[in-house]
């Protein structure tokens, strides 16, 4: 069988236990069609990058599948009749990560967490270090 990741994005109205029951839904399509999701991933509420059928936000789900092409093919169809789902995607690969997403990685820390740490304690405008020497004009 083929390896595909197969991302899907939600309505915002939609709630979140509603996009799990969604998630399971199409989870047990795969299965009945002789596949199976290797690792499934919630993203969350984000935002999009233009707007999508009177969407700002959505929902996204990450599916990573061990699936015959026709058990996608399916999966596809389904999507497109589905009118809580705005967008799909699925992309064939080589193999696939067992590891969290870079998307579930980025969400444990401070947007700006890695580069502030580093810089030391933030000064205003005219402050100066304690510890410089002024040498004043003789």
Known sequence: MALYEHIFIARQDVSTPQVEALADTFAALIAEQGGKVEKREYWGLRNLAYRMNKNRKGHYMLFNLDAPPAAVSELERNMRINEDVIRYL?????ELEAVPSAML???????????????GPRRGYGDRDPREEVSEPS
């Not at 699925?90 to 080589?94: A, C, K, S």
């Not at 444990?108 to 890695?114: A, F, L, N, P, V």
């Open 105 to 119: 990685q980025s969400r444990g820390r401070d947007e700006r967490g890695d580069r502030d740490r580093d810089r």
């Open 90 to 94: 699925t992309v064939r690969v080589d």
